[in-house]
């Protein structure tokens, strides 16, 4: 990073959304992002971020206005993303998985002024966008979508220098909505500034230094806030630039990170356990001596799986806990070693609560519900959801739902979270810890364990295995796997049966689709 005064200068550019305008000035034609054999200097990427801000004013698009973004990882969502913040927008990114009636409610909720969409989701924008009356600008990249202008065409004829009137916009991303309908994690403008110094202060902490050949690798898709923040916000702040994967594998990772030199970049559990269960001469293929710095977080990552990763890749592995709604802990790899399976300690005492059911403080071990300390200034609302809003805050407080417990040293460990629950002959059952003995097994390539309605037992556990690629799920493997649990876990956590799947449904953000395996199993209790 800069020297002390020019970090100054940075953070005032950054609290104004000129973060990347910053890094063209000092590194022109330092990469700021790579896609396939497509590279965007600093100096392009901002000239293209002008660009757009100019051709949404001249559409009646400005600040305070928001914009929907619907586009896969390249790299004019990283343009959008420089244009938004500097022109005062609020931008929502919406999951491009979703069906048009399901993108059409975020577009319509977020109050979107503009939709840009890829055209390869032409067809679920040009539905989407027609469901919100506030939609006045449509813009397509990449090819033709009905009712669209295109990108290139509206941004051909604007100039391309610095705005005058820099105003830092915001990010408004919504929930998953596995069940009901995704709410938008909204913040007051006033947070834009603070947040953008939050960003630079992890650029540091990360070990970004410009100028220097750093590369950071983005895994997950951009509409997600961890890959969004992590994977392209704090390093282009750091004068950094992406990598952009579009889909994730295994292999190809491993590739990019050689090819690039790739420095730095952000996991989901998921991915280090298919990293690992790569043959051993893939692995020992690649040169992964360049990899300096690994964050992760979304999910609870089985113990086994991380201490393989950072025997693998040494201790340059860093976990967070965070949503969309904020921020947690961090523990880096030293720490975690000495106490595996925890994800930091608060900076303050008072930051993370452990509360039983009536709201009472939990004793150090006694699982409960996780609560973190709201900012004095900017708290979180859920986007026109006042009861929701008011469901998620305790006091000071607020939850995401997680279940977990703080040790005698006030490190945090998570459990699980509350929706998640198995409630079997009246005893709480946590998935993700009978998941974490499963995975283990070297026939299990993903599982998801779930509750099933069962007449004696109220829910029986049920756990639903991916097998590893040529592996056949088989009566023999079941029992084989039900065995497994036996001398690892309590008897009542016990699976009552073991069924495969071909693929299990995952969020692209690394997180199991619960929701959707559930209602695969919702039928009448067996008697």
Same mark, same amino acid.
């Given at each position: 990073?800069?020297?002390?005064?020019?970090?100054? @200068?940075?953070?005032?550019?950054?609290?104004?959304?000129?973060?990347?305008?910053?890094? @063209?000035?000092?590194?022109?034609?330092?990469?700021?992002?790579?896609?396939?054999?497509?590279?965007?200097?600093?100096?392009? /990427?901002?000239?293209?971020?002008?660009?757009?801000?100019?051709?949404?004013?001249?559409?009646?698009?400005?600040?305070?206005?928001?914009?929907?973004?619907?586009?896969?990882?390249?790299?004019?969502?990283?343009?959008?993303?420089?244009?938004?913040?500097?022109?005062?927008?609020?931008?929502?990114?919406?999951?491009?998985?979703?069906?048009?009636?399901?993108?059409?409610?975020?577009?319509?909720?977020?109050?979107?002024?503009?939709?840009?969409?890829?055209?390869?989701?032409?067809?679920?924008?040009?539905?989407?966008?027609?469901?919100?009356?506030?939609?006045?600008?449509?813009?397509?990249?990449?090819?033709?979508?009905?009712?669209?202008?295109?990108?290139?065409?509206?941004?051909?004829?604007?100039?391309?220098?610095?705005?005058?009137?820099?105003?830092?916009?915001?990010?408004?991303?919504?929930?998953?909505?596995?069940?009901?309908?995704?709410?938008?994690?909204?913040?007051?403008?006033?947070?834009?500034?603070?947040?953008?110094?939050?960003?630079?202060?992890?650029?540091?902490?990360?070990?970004?230094?410009?100028?220097?050949?750093?590369?950071?690798?983005?895994?997950?898709?951009?509409?997600?806030?961890?890959?969004?923040?992590?994977?392209?916000?704090?390093?282009?702040?750091?004068?950094?630039?992406?990598?952009?994967?579009?889909?994730?594998?295994?292999?190809?990772?491993?590739?990019?990170?050689?090819?690039?030199?790739?420095?730095?970049?952000?996991?989901?559990?998921?991915?280090?356990?298919?990293?690992?269960?790569?043959?051993?001469?893939?692995?020992?293929?690649?040169?992964?001596?360049?990899?300096?710095?690994?964050?992760?977080?979304?999910?609870?990552?089985?113990?086994?799986?991380?201490?393989?990763?950072?025997?693998?890749?040494?201790?340059?592995?860093?976990?967070?806990?965070?949503?969309?709604?904020?921020?947690? %802990?961090?523990?880096?790899?030293?720490?975690?070693?000495?106490?595996?399976?925890?994800?930091?300690?608060?900076? %303050?005492?008072?930051?993370? /609560?452990?509360?039983?059911?009536?709201?009472?403080?939990?004793?150090?071990?006694?699982?409960?519900?996780?609560?973190?300390?709201?900012?004095?200034?900017?708290?979180?609302?859920?986007?026109?959801?006042?009861?929701?809003?008011?469901?998620?805050?305790?006091?000071?407080?607020?939850?995401?739902?997680?279940?977990?417990?703080?040790?005698?040293?006030?490190?945090?460990?998570? %459990?699980?979270?509350?929706?998640?629950?198995?409630?079997?002959?009246?005893?709480?059952?946590?998935?993700?810890?009978?998941?974490?003995?499963?995975?283990?097994?070297?026939?299990?390539?993903?599982?998801?364990?779930?509750?099933?309605?069962?007449?004696?037992?109220?829910?029986?556990?049920?756990?639903?295995?991916?097998?590893?690629?040529?592996?056949?799920? %088989?009566?023999?493997? @079941?029992?084989? /796997?039900?065995?497994?649990?036996?001398?690892?876990?309590?008897?009542?956590?016990?699976?009552?049966?073991?069924?495969?799947?071909?693929?299990?449904?995952?969020?692209?953000?690394?997180?199991?689709?619960?929701?959707?395996?559930?209602?695969?199993?919702?039928?009448?209790?067996?008697?």
């Amino acid at each position: 990073m800069p020297e002390t005064g020019d970090r100054d @200068a940075l953070l005032e550019a950054a609290q104004r959304g000129m973060a990347v305008a910053y890094w @063209a000035a000092n590194h022109p034609d330092a990469p700021a992002v790579v896609e396939r054999d497509r590279v965007s200097t600093f100096a392009e /990427l901002n000239a293209q971020a002008n660009r757009l801000v100019r051709a949404l004013r001249r559409r009646g698009v400005g600040p305070g206005a928001g914009i929907a973004l619907l586009c896969a990882n390249r790299t004019e969502f990283v343009e959008v993303v420089a244009a938004a913040d500097r022109a005062g927008l609020r931008l929502t990114p919406v999951n491009w998985h979703l069906t048009a009636d399901e993108a059409g409610y975020i577009v319509d909720d977020c109050e979107a002024g503009a939709v840009i969409a890829d055209a390869r989701f032409g067809e679920v924008a040009a539905a989407a966008s027609a469901h919100a009356a506030s939609v006045t600008v449509r813009l397509a990249i990449g090819g033709d979508v009905d009712g669209f202008e295109t990108y290139t065409d509206a941004l051909a004829p604007e100039v391309d220098d610095d705005i005058d009137d820099p105003c830092i916009g915001t990010r408004m991303l919504y929930t998953s909505g596995t069940t009901g309908r995704p709410k938008g994690v909204h913040r007051d403008d006033s947070t834009a500034a603070p947040g953008a110094v939050t960003a630079a202060t992890l650029a540091w902490a990360s070990g970004y230094r410009p100028g220097r050949g750093q590369l950071h690798l983005c895994t997950g898709p951009l509409y997600h806030a961890a890959p969004l923040q992590l994977s392209l916000v704090v390093p282009q702040t750091g004068g950094v630039g992406v990598v952009l994967m579009d889909g994730w594998s295994a292999e190809e990772t491993l590739e990019l990170i050689e090819r690039h030199r790739v420095t730095h970049t952000h996991m989901v559990p998921t991915m280090f356990h298919r990293l690992l269960s790569l043959p051993a001469d893939v692995k020992e293929r690649h040169d992964l001596s360049s990899l300096s710095f690994v964050v992760h977080g979304a999910a609870p990552c089985p113990v086994p799986v991380k201490q393989a990763i950072i025997e693998w890749w040494g201790p340059i592995v860093a976990e967070y806990y965070a949503a969309t709604e904020g921020a947690g %802990t961090v523990v880096l790899s030293d720490e975690w070693l000495q106490r595996p399976g925890t994800v930091g300690r608060p900076e %303050t005492s008072d930051h993370i /609560l452990i509360l039983d059911d009536d709201g009472n403080p939990c004793a150090p071990r006694e699982v409960g519900t996780v609560y973190l300390k709201a900012p004095s200034e900017g708290r979180f609302d859920y986007f026109k959801d006042g009861d929701k809003t008011a469901g998620a805050y305790r006091g000071g407080h607020y939850t995401l739902g997680d279940v977990g417990y703080l040790d005698e040293e006030g490190y945090l460990f998570l %459990t699980d979270r509350s929706a998640n629950l198995i409630i079997s002959g009246g005893v709480n059952i946590y998935p993700a810890e009978v998941e974490a003995v499963l995975i283990n097994h070297p026939a299990v390539g993903d599982v998801g364990v779930i509750g099933v309605a069962d007449t004696d037992w109220g829910e029986e556990v049920v756990a639903v295995v991916e097998p590893q690629p040529g592996v056949t799920g %088989t009566p023999e493997l @079941a029992a084989e /796997l039900l065995e497994w649990c036996r001398p690892r876990l309590a008897r009542f956590k016990w699976p009552r049966r073991v069924d495969f799947v071909e693929v299990l449904p995952r969020h692209d953000n690394g997180k199991l689709y619960r929701q959707l395996l559930r209602e695969r199993y919702r039928v009448t209790p067996r008697p």
